[in-house]
């Protein structure tokens, strides 16, 4: 079975720019989840997405938006881009909706490292 | 709030011998899960081990175990019969229910021959 995917692997932008970052579940995973991580950081969550809605939110600005779709991939967006938005975004989806369920931990894809110039 | 604090940024260990990897944590729930995850240079973040705190037994995955002491409120990782392929860095994550994980800031393990 395939993993997580995610795409594009790399991108760079201008800031003030907006981007787009995709990601495609585990086959029958209905969460998905995204995270930032900084050079030298831990991830840092910023949404979680189950069956489509809104499930969490971190402590990040209103720039960052997200959305699931039908088939349970997911998009994030980023506007107005600025310096400190570069990082690695990592995408995780997991089986049930919330970690309480043994068997679905958080699986991650290889993340899209986001420069902004 | 939760915490998750690594206070080892880099650890070495000899080809086949243990090493150890230190988390400390801090949350006021009294339910929660505790993850070990491996991020090698391919960026992609593997689950290593994972702790319901309701267990009172340490978790153990083949060569990897955990020291899991919910009073103190530490959860360290050792490695036994180090491998090269065990180089990358190791991050310890928090979650209580929902999948808003808190991860540490990393220890960057590296695995002499």
């Known amino acids: 079975d395939a993993g997580v995917t995610q795409s594009p692997t790399h991108l760079i932008k201008t800031r003030g720019q907006h981007v787009t970052l995709r990601c495609s579940p585990i086959?029958?995973?209905?969460?998905v989840s995204w995270y930032q991580q900084v050079l030298g950081q831990g991830p840092q969550f910023i949404f979680q997405?189950?069956?489509?809605?809104?499930?969490g939110r971190g402590n990040f600005p209103d720039r960052f938006s997200a959305r699931q779709f039908p088939n349970y991939s997911s998009e994030l967006n980023v506007n107005a881009l600025l310096l400190g938005d570069s990082a690695l975004y990592l995408c995780?989806?997991?089986?049930?909706?919330?970690?309480?369920?043994?068997?679905?931990?958080?699986?991650f894809g290889n993340g899209t490292r986001l420069t902004v110039t | 709030a939760q915490t998750v604090t690594q206070s080892q940024p880099e650890m070495s260990v000899q080809e086949a011998e243990t090493v150890t990897l230190s988390c400390t944590y801090d949350?006021?729930?009294?339910?929660?899960?505790l993850f070990w995850y491996k991020q090698p240079p391919s960026r992609q973040m593997i689950l290593v081990i994972r702790?319901?705190?309701?267990?009172?037994q340490n978790a153990t995955e083949n060569r990897f175990s955990v020291n899991f002491q919910k009073a103190a409120k530490s959860f360290s990782l050792k490695i036994s019969d180090s491998q090269l392929g065990d180089a990358a860095m190791y991050f310890c994550?928090?979650?209580?229910?929902?999948?808003?994980?808190?991860f540490g800031t990393g220890t960057r393990l590296k695995v002499l021959a």
């Open positions: 702790q319901e705190a309701y267990k009172q």
């Open positions: 995780a989806s997991s089986a049930g909706r919330d970690s309480s369920t043994y068997n679905s931990p958080l699986h």
């Open positions: 086959s029958g995973h209905k969460s």
């Open positions: 994550a928090l979650t209580s229910g929902t999948y808003k994980y808190i």
């Open positions: 997405y189950y069956e489509k809605e809104e499930r």
């Open positions: 949350t006021s729930e009294s339910d929660y899960y």
